[in-house]
């Protein structure tokens, strides 16, 4: 079994178990190993015969030299509370693209293309506007192509 700690600061592994009871680690030195879900205090682990409370007068080994370990915290995980991804309008773009008009129909693909990549990396307002360019695109290629109908009609009942 594997086992990582944060030793004087430093993460270190992955390690035997005899390599980390050879370190005569601080109960409370921060511990991981396979199958545990988060970081645990050594003295949590009754493989690593580590008391809960050091004997008196016991030192690690960075306080044999002078130096304090600082004390290890878990960074806290902000909480993402995104709201649901928006639409990204990718196959109503492609239908704009081949039917209807070609330069609206790029546009908006293009943005369509934008809005996965930022609402994934967290930028929500980013996605949210992308979505709506790709919208507005499309709609303006419809409309492009609705208004074009009757003169395609004209051209071609005159060249016919």
């Known amino acids: 079994m594997n086992y990582w700690l944060i030793y004087n600061g430093v993460k270190l592994g992955p390690m035997s178990l005899e390599q ?11 511990v991981w ?3 545990l879900p ?11 015969n580590c008391p809960a409370t050091p004997p ?32 990204t309008y990718l196959a ?12 609206p129909g790029i546009v908006a693909l ?11 990396s967290g930028d929500y307002a980013g996605a949210r506007r992308a979505s709506n360019q790709a919208l507005i695109w499309i709609l303006v290629g419809v409309v492009l192509g609705l208004i074009a109908i009757p003169f395609q009609i004209v051209y071609f009942l005159i060249a016919g």
């Open 20 to 30: 980390v009871l050879a370190m005569h680690i601080a109960p409370d030195t921060p």
């Open 33 to 35: 190993r396979t199958g």
């Open 38 to 48: 988060a970081w645990v205090r050594a003295s949590e682990l009754p493989e690593l």
């Open 56 to 87: 008196q007068g016991y030192q690690t080994p960075g306080q044999q030299w002078g130096y304090q370990a600082p004390a290890y915290q878990p960074a806290p995980q902000p909480a993402r509370t995104l709201p649901p991804m928006p639409p």
């Open 92 to 103: 109503w773009s492609i239908v704009v693209l081949l039917v209807c008009c070609l330069i």
């Open 110 to 120: 293009i943005a369509s293309t934008r809005v996965e990549p930022r609402y994934n």
